[in-house]
């Protein structure tokens, strides 16, 4: 049960489009469509803001969204503002188990 | 609108025991699976275990096997996470989540908003 694998930072500028990837195996990521992605900012809640793969909730901007290619999956923000700077975790169902990714933090510069 | 509120924050010595609870409002907690995830200080998200209310069956990851128990009181709509032989490095918040789906998919619609366990002599 190894937790997916995410960059530790990426950052970007006002405007600009960055993508996080989510390395998992064939046992999660590659398997299921149960790819969820979550935003969290300092000292706050999680907040899911993509699901099964590509489906983003309600009152989520269009600038994020989410796919998949074999064991790899992805969210990507276009149109960078600086209130998407914060934390970003990637989470897949196993079977038997969840696992979540270490977390990216988003800079926007 | 679900609503998950979880007890407040607990300080416990090593080797001890701690039980967290969420009681849900809103809609019946365990019409849909729950987990418990945790964060510890500076750290990223941490699965501890689910439960699935169609099995009615708790999942642990492996790494707490034996030491977590996932329950829930239908009759009070609570969902409880008791982690036991509690050492230093089990110090987080721990959040109870709803998940949008029965089996326990990982998609989690609502969260608690997080309980503070520390461990320390």
Same mark, same amino acid.
């Given at each position: 049960q190894s937790a997916l694998t995410q960059p530790r930072s990426v950052s970007g500028s006002p405007g600009q489009s960055v993508t996080i990837s989510c390395s998992g195996s064939s046992?999660?990521?590659?398997?299921?469509?149960?790819v969820s992605w979550y935003q969290q900012h300092p000292g706050k809640v999680p907040k899911l803001i993509i699901r099964d793969v590509t489906e983003r909730l309600s009152g989520v901007p269009d600038r994020f969204s989410g796919s998949k290619s074999g064991n790899?999956?992805?969210?990507?923000?276009s149109g960078l503002q600086a209130e998407d700077e914060s934390e970003y975790y990637c989470c897949?169902?196993?079977?038997?188990?969840?696992?979540?990714?270490?977390?990216?933090k988003l800079t926007v510069l | 609108q679900v609503q998950l509120v979880q007890s407040g924050a607990e300080v416990k010595k090593p080797g001890s025991s701690v039980k967290v609870s969420c009681k849900g409002s809103?809609?019946?907690l365990s019409s849909q699976s729950f987990s418990w995830v945790r964060q510890a200080p500076g750290q990223g998200l941490e699965w501890l275990g689910r439960f699935i209310p169609?099995?009615?069956?708790?999942?642990? =990851?492996?790494?707490?096997?034996? /030491?977590?128990?996932?329950?829930?009181?239908?009759? &009070?709509? +609570?969902a409880y996470?008791?982690?036991?032989?509690?050492?230093?490095?089990?110090? =987080?918040?721990?959040?109870?989540? /709803?998940?949008?789906?029965?089996y326990g998919s990982? &998609?989690? +619609?609502?969260?608690?908003?997080?309980?503070?366990?520390?461990v320390s002599s």
């Open positions: 046992s999660d990521v590659g398997r299921y469509n149960y790899t999956a992805s969210l990507t923000i897949s169902y196993a079977g038997s188990f969840v696992v979540f990714g270490g977390g990216t | 809103g809609g019946a169609v099995f009615a069956k708790a999942n642990y =990851a492996q790494k707490f096997q034996g /030491r977590v128990t996932i329950t829930a009181d239908d009759s &009070t709509n +609570t996470m008791e982690l036991s032989s509690l050492r230093s490095d089990d110090t =987080a918040v721990y959040y109870c989540a /709803r998940d949008l789906y029965a990982g &998609t989690y +619609t609502y969260w608690g908003q997080g309980t503070l366990v520390t």
